[in-house]
Each structure stands twice: as C-alpha cells, then as structure tokens.
C-alpha cells in the first residue's frame, strides 16, 4: 500500500508545473528611410556618417533613432543634396525626399 501510495503522490507531483509567462518589448524608437538618394552618396545623422544614403531607402531598410530632433544630411561628390533639421516622435516612421 505504501508504494502505491508514493506512486500516486509522484504522479500527481509530476503534473504539476510552475505558471509559464511570456515578456516582450516593443520598440517605439524612430525610423527613418531616405528617398532619391543616389548610389555613393552619403548619409549623416547628427554629424555623424551612416553609411550609403541609397541603402536606406524605403523599400530596403531604415535608421532607428532616438526620439527628439535630428540633423540630417545627404551629399555626393562634395555636394549638398538635403540638408534640414527634422523632429521625430516615439513610434514615427519617415522618409526624407532628396531633391534631384
């Protein structure tokens, strides 16, 4: 009687299990895309170089950025194509159009 006993209260022990909980984080940082820049040209985000602009445009990938205002610039060939100074809020997404 005494092992089935222990059986029972193993099984039982056995079934039980601790509540499972799922975390995410949502990120609500900025994006920002670059339309119409041309292939060499380059981006900067604050004085600071990025990288290609064309490899940001809107059907490639974005910039994640912190929320507030940025200074963006786009040149090729030691010539300004944009140059202008945007706010962008928690959770925005937007492009900025290079003039051709």
Do not use: F, W
């Amino acid at each position: 009687m005494k092992p089935l006993i222990l059986c029972l209260l193993a099984a039982g022990l056995a079934g039980c299990s601790y509540p499972q909980s799922q975390v995410s984080t949502v990120d609500t940082r900025p994006h920002l895309s670059v339309a119409g820049a041309p292939s060499g040209s380059l981006l900067m985000v604050d004085n600071v170089a990025v990288g290609d602009a064309s490899d940001y445009a809107p059907d490639k990938r974005e910039i994640t950025l912190d929320a507030g205002m940025h200074h963006i610039v786009v040149t090729a060939g030691g010539k300004v194509l944009y140059d202008n100074s945007i706010y962008l809020g928690d959770g925005a997404s937007s492009t900025v159009t290079v003039p051709q």
